[in-house]
């Protein structure tokens, strides 16, 4: 939707309010509602994530270089013939930077965060795996050992409940320099789908402070693409 002053954001039609021409969206990022009537002088069109496409390659090329960037240079690479095209390719979009980018690559985070591919419903446990319920604030394991059926005693109960494959993933990582930060942006969306919270702690302030929260500039070090 962009508005009168140029500004434009993503959201997501929610609905239209009965018997008036007033219509839900919903912000992707900060999930606030907005009503917008027919007459408001807006413009809206659909969204075509081609951003998100431009930061899963730069997320791709940045893990070739961490990855294999310490054997091998980029020039060796490029000597097979195969490789050459697409990685000139990726090399060419990783320079991309904009603000467009940015929202991208939060759009990419807030995705994951609602996915909620670790849930699970009861009719899909295999017997013999361990899964995890939610059961007083916190997340109790659950072996399962028969197909369950609406015959069981236990079936409304364990229908009620949140189960997932996996309980939250929680990360803490001490040390906000270059390891520290590129550790924390490869682990980030593993931790996201699971609903677990990712903190970065600056090393001397978590032993010397109690833990306080990374707050420096050791940000800048690394280059502008990574960075969400």
Known sequence: IEDEDGTARVYTYAGKKTGHKEYKFIDKLTGYERWILTTDPISIRTYIPVAESITRVQKAYMNIECDYGTKYTMNGLMEFTYLRKPLRNMIVLGQITCTEL???????????????????????????????????????????????????????????????????????????????????????????????????????????????TFERAQIVRLDARWIA
């Open 102 to 212: 940015d929202d991208a690559r939060l759009n990419i985070l807030k995705d994951i965060q609602d996915s909620d591919l670790t849930n699970i419903s009861i009719r899909d446990l295999i017997p013999g795996r361990t899964y995890y319920t939610f059961e007083k604030n916190q997340f109790e394991p659950l072996l399962c050992d028969r197909v369950y059926t609406e015959d069981d005693d236990d079936w409304d109960d364990l229908a009620r409940k949140v189960i997932v494959t996996v309980p939250p993933q929680n990360m803490i990582i001490i040390g906000g320099g270059p390891t520290g930060l590129v550790s924390t942006i490869h682990n980030l969306e593993n931790v996201l789908t699971t609903g677990g919270v990712m903190r970065l702690y600056e090393a001397r302030d978590a032993f010397q402070k109690g833990g306080a």
